[in-house]
Every structure is written in structure tokens, then in C-alpha cells.
């Protein structure tokens, strides 16, 4: 009688334990009632699956067990859910350890150890990498600000008083003040677990309306005049599929069909793929770049080097993909580097500095008057199909862009005068 009112006992434990899971999954907002509910179901199949009660410790090899069966007779999505209500839940049950005694660190050391649980969460919740570093340094700004106080002292007040900061004595763009306001929200909804009260008696950043940056055809045709190699073909394809220069960066093998003459983009911007055009001249240049490319390839083949970097979960699923000639980089780099993330010596594609250099350094010495980034090539691409009469909607899917709205922006500098004004001057 006594070890069935144990269990019986345990058993509403666990229950409770996992009631408090459900109820930080949907206060966090890492998870609406129903895909908590999701998360909860999850987490209970795997420990049942374990034979694990939730007091036991966990390793990598239960888990990846759990999800190998799991994906014999499930959905992709359902695996990859199943792995994040895992993982959060782990990190919730230490997170509750963790949290004891806190507060007695020094103020620095709370700084410090708050943002490793940030990087920590961030990483649970598939953010990227320039997200992880851009909300850190957020973090860092407003530590300053608060002159090393306790994180856990701050309130609201501070979070305004902040904003107000930035906005008055900084000078920020509206977008700037708000990505570090998601930042500080971040920090305080799922690390500090605080609320953040109402801030909106702090001031504003301007929103100006800035028009984006367009060269004439004649002026790309300069600008390519002073580039050649490499980063020449890497200009041609920014501005002839009109990416962005991550997308440019990050195109693999697989994404090029010569014959549709068809550029994918996975995982664009929003985590949205989307398809648009390979220009004919550049189709000869790109397939005797990919010979070289290939050489790459097979020498880190014949040297055992770690497959490319593969999207989140496809790795788990293919694991040797990465050594395979489709997933390999349209744009290698020339030396094997560290991988931030994973910390494993392998194959990156070129680094996004080294094409923004040689573009400005064209732009210099072109001596057109205009301030020239890769981005002005996305840009020029939207205006010159805008002005040769293709329609916005069309413009906007080959951009990727969600609102037409944005899109819209290029019909105030196309070259043809659209209200058919004629100066008095004249």
C-alpha cells in the first residue's frame, strides 16, 4: 500500500513538473496553448520511451535514439518538434537549478551568466547566428548603460530610460532601436523572468523614408569594368538574380539549374525559399567557376575533411550529406576555417567582407558619385526590370519580399519620369 501512495505520489509530482513546463512554455511565448500541449506530449512519449522517470539525467545518445525511432514513422516536422520540446524542457529542468543562488554572484558574473543562458536559448530556439551576436551585443550596450548593476534589479523604467538613450543621444534609426528593444525583451521575458512594463512614454527614433541607392545600366557596366576574377562573376550574380549577399554567399551545387535557368534560395530572409532567374551570361563564367569549385571538393574529399556547414536538423537525418558534391558551396573559400557554431575545422563559402571590399573599392575607382554596397545591385535589379515593364507583383517574388509595400519603393527612382512633369525651367 505504502509504495503504490509513493507512486501515486511521484506520479503527481511529475505531472505538476510538467503543468510548470507548459505554463513557462506559454508565458515565454516560446509556444501558444496548443503547441505547448504539443511540447508536453513530447517530452512524456520520450521518457516513457526511456524508461526515465523525470528526475533521471538525460544523455545525447537517449535523445538521438528517441527521434531515430521516432522518424521510421513520422513527419520531418514532427521529429524536428519533438527534438525542441526535449531540448527546452532540459534546458527548463537545469534552468530551475540554475537559477538558485543567482542572485549572490557578483554583478558582473549575473551579466556574464545571463548572457550564456541567452546564447543558450537562442540556440533552442533556431535563431541564427548574426541574431545570437546582434542581441548579445544589445546585452552589452545596456549593461554599460545600467553601469553594472544587477540585472535582476532592473525594471521597465530602465528599459525606457534606455530606449530614450538611444533614440535622443545616439541618434539611432527607428529599425536600430527596435531590434534592441527585442533584444532587451529577450533578456528580460526569458532569462530574468521579468515583465517589462509599458515604455511608451520613451522617445521614439525618427522613421525617415529613405530612398534606396540605384546605378544606371551604364554605371554597373563601369562598375564591372573594374572587377574581374572571382568577385567579378560574384557581382554578376548578385545583380542579375537579385540577392542579397548572403544569398549570394551561401548558394550551394544544388541550387543551379542551368537548363530551367533557375536560381533556389533556401532560407532566405524569414526562412522563406524562393526561386528566380540565372542570366544567360553568366551561365559559361559559373560553370568554369564550378570546375574549380570541384577540385576544392574533391581535395578536401581525398584529405577526410568534415562535410559543408547543412541546415538545421538535415544533418541528423543525413549525416554524410555534407560530403556530397550538391550540397558543396557555389562560392568556396580558398582556407578551411572554424565553424563558430560547432567549432569544427571545415570548408565555409567566402566571407561576406571580402565582397562588400572589392565592390566599394570598384565603386572608388569608378568615381561615380554614390555610395556603393552589394546591396546597391539588389537594388539597381528590382529598378532596371521595373523600368524595362515588368510588373511589381513579379518583382517582388523574385526579391522575396513579404509586403509589396517594400517593393514598392523602386517606383520613386526609375529612370523614366512616371508623373510626366515638365520643369518651368524648361
Given at each position: 500500500m505504502l509504495l503504490f501512495l509513493n507512486m501515486v505520489r511521484h506520479r503527481n509530482c511529475s505531472w505538476d513538473f510538467m503543468e510548470q513546463f507548459k505554463s513557462y512554455l506559454i508565458s515565454s511565448k516560446l509556444a501558444d496553448e496548443k503547441k505547448a500541449g504539443f511540447y508536453v506530449s513530447w517530452v512524456t512519449s520520450f521518457y516513457r520511451y526511456c524508461n526515465r522517470s523525470l528526475d533521471d539525467s538525460i544523455t545525447t545518445e537517449d535523445i538521438e535514439r528517441y527521434l531515430k525511432r521516432l522518424s521510421k514513422n513520422r513527419e520531418d516536422w514532427q521529429v524536428k518538434q519533438a527534438s525542441e520540446a526535449i531540448k527546452l524542457f532540459l534546458f527548463f529542468k537545469d534552468r530551475g537549478k540554475a537559477l538558485q543562488g543567482k542572485e549572490t554572484l557578483e554583478s558582473s558574473d549575473q551579466w556574464k551568466s545571463a548572457a550564456e543562458e541567452m546564447k543558450k536559448i537562442l540556440g533552442l530556439m533556431h535563431r541564427s547566428y548574426r541574431t545570437e551576436q546582434a542581441y548579445i551585443g544589445w546585452?552589452?550596450?545596456?549593461?554599460r548603460f545600467a553601469k553594472g548593476r544587477s540585472p535582476y534589479s532592473l525594471e521597465g523604467k530602465d528599459v525606457k530610460d534606455f530606449m530614450t538613450y538611444l533614440a535622443v543621444e545616439q541618434d539611432v534609426a527607428i529599425s536600430t532601436q527596435n531590434q534592441a528593444f527585442n533584444a532587451i525583451l529577450f533578456l528580460f521575458r526569458h532569462v530574468l523572468d521579468k515583465r517589462i512594463d509599458d515604455i511608451s512614454e520613451a522617445v521614439r527614433a525618427k522613421r525617415n523614408r529613405r530612398l534606396p541607392v540605384v546605378l544606371t545600366k551604364s554605371e554597373i557596366e563601369r562598375l564591372f569594368a573594374q572587377m574581374s576574377g572571382l568577385y567579378l562573376l560574384m557581382a554578376k550574380v548578385v545583380y542579375g538574380c537579385g540577392l542579397r549577399v548572403r544569398e549570394c554567399l551561401q548558394l550551394r551545387v544544388k541550387d543551379i539549374d542551368f537548363e530551367r535557368s533557375a536560381v533556389t534560395i533556401r532560407n532566405g530572409k524569414g526562412d522563406k525559399d524562393r526561386e528566380t532567374v540565372l542570366p544567360e551570361s553568366v551561365k559559361e563564367s559559373l560553370s568554369a567557376h564550378l570546375q574549380m569549385a570541384r577540385s576544392l571538393y574533391e581535395k578536401d574529399r581525398e584529405n577526410n575533411v568534415p562535410g559543408v556547414q547543412l541546415p538545421y536538423a538535415f544533418e541528423r537525418k543525413s549525416p554524410n550529406a555534407g560530403k556530397e558534391w550538391a550540397w558543396f558551396w557555389i562560392f568556396p573559400a580558398a582556407a578551411l576555417?572554424?565553424?563558430?557554431?560547432?567549432?569544427?575545422?571545415?570548408?565555409?563559402?567566402?566571407?561576406?567582407?571580402?565582397?562588400?571590399?572589392?565592390?566599394?573599392?570598384?565603386?572608388?575607382?569608378?568615381?561615380?558619385?554614390?555610395?556603393?554596397?552589394?546591396?546597391?545591385?539588389?537594388?539597381?535589379?528590382?529598378?532596371?526590370?521595373?523600368?524595362?515593364?515588368?510588373?511589381?507583383?513579379?518583382?517582388?517574388?523574385?526579391?522575396?519580399?513579404?509586403?509589396?509595400?517594400?517593393?514598392?519603393?523602386?517606383?520613386?527612382v526609375v529612370a523614366k519620369n512616371r508623373l510626366g512633369v515638365k520643369s518651368p525651367l524648361d
Open positions: 546585452v552589452r550596450q545596456f549593461y576555417s572554424i565553424d563558430p557554431i560547432t567549432k569544427i575545422v571545415r570548408r565555409h563559402h567566402v566571407y561576406p567582407g571580402v565582397l562588400q571590399r572589392h565592390i566599394k573599392r570598384a565603386g572608388i575607382l569608378t568615381k561615380i558619385p554614390k555610395r556603393i554596397t552589394v546591396h546597391t545591385l539588389r537594388h539597381s535589379f528590382a529598378t532596371h526590370l521595373l523600368e524595362n515593364g515588368y510588373d511589381i507583383r513579379t518583382i517582388q517574388e523574385l526579391l522575396g519580399h513579404s509586403d509589396v509595400r517594400t517593393t514598392m519603393v523602386y517606383t520613386h
